[in-house]
């Protein structure tokens, strides 16, 4: 299995007139990618949305809703599967 993944940062762009965050996580060993997931309402674990999926452990998520809180988490996925989620980051949307 693998070690809890962590988020290390969640920063505020705008491009465009476009939210977008980009996250931040520290690398896993053996972990062949990572999910990123969404949520714009934290009360609700049915709403998790993929985001996107990645080999990098910077990347931007777009498209978001601007002006809105969206909540982040991660996995990490491999040849001994996925990892627990990481725990919850928030931002507003820029």
């Known amino acids: 299995m693998y070690n809890k993944i962590i988020i290390v940062s969640l920063c505020n762009k705008v491009i ?3 939210g977008k ?3 931040i996580v520290r690398n896993v060993k053996f972990a062949r990618g990572y999910i990123i997931q ?5 009360t609700d ?3 998790w949305d993929t985001a996107l999926t ?3 452990v910077k990347n931007e998520i777009l498209n978001l809703v601007s002006g809105k809180r969206v909540w982040v988490r991660v996995a ?7 990892s ?3 725990d919850v980051a928030s931002r507003i949307v820029p």
């Open 16 to 18: 465009n007139g476009t």
């Open 84 to 86: 627990d989620w990481s």
């Open 76 to 82: 990490a996925f491999g040849a001994a599967g996925q």
């Open 45 to 47: 674990s049915t709403a």
């Open 54 to 56: 990645s080999t990098r």
């Open 38 to 42: 969404t949520n714009y309402d934290i």
């Open 21 to 23: 965050l980009i996250t």
